[in-house]
């Protein structure tokens, strides 16, 4: 059994700054991909930054140079921190983990945490 657990949302100024952390745990594989989506209110879930075991990282155009994603492959943790906010990045942070067994691909996610940018 796979349980993630996200820390960190709140409500925060534009320009602002939050940090995001998801701690797995139960049967992990080595082989594995960590990510944070959000879903804004009316919005499809989107992908904001993921990063795999090997430390490919990628990040969505709308949030690069401002969202930093890192992970710690001993603890199976992977934060997010995120710099100079946004009214659009309003929403609610998924942690995503994705488990590779050599087969097939299986996809776990947390409960979310909302994140709220205003003045």
């Known amino acids: 059994q796979v349980q993630l657990v996200e820390s960190g949302g709140g409500l925060v100024q534009p320009g602002g700054s939050l940090r995001l952390s998801c701690a797995a745990s139960?049967?992990?594989?080595?082989?594995?991909?960590m990510a944070w989506y959000r879903q804004a209110p009316g919005k499809q879930r989107e992908l904001v930054a993921g990063?795999?075991?090997?430390?490919?990282?990628n990040y969505a155009d709308s949030v690069k140079g401002r969202f930093i994603i890192s992970r710690d492959n001993a603890k199976n943790t992977v934060s997010l921190q995120m710099n100079s906010l946004k009214a659009e990045d309003t929403g609610v942070y998924y942690c995503?983990?994705?488990?590779?067994?050599?087969?097939?691909?299986?996809?776990?996610w947390g409960q979310g945490t909302q994140v709220t940018v205003s003045s």
């Open positions: 995503n983990l994705d488990l590779w067994n050599g087969a097939t691909w299986s996809h776990y």
């Open positions: 139960g049967s992990l594989l080595s082989s594995n991909a």
């Open positions: 990063t795999t075991s090997v430390g490919v990282i």
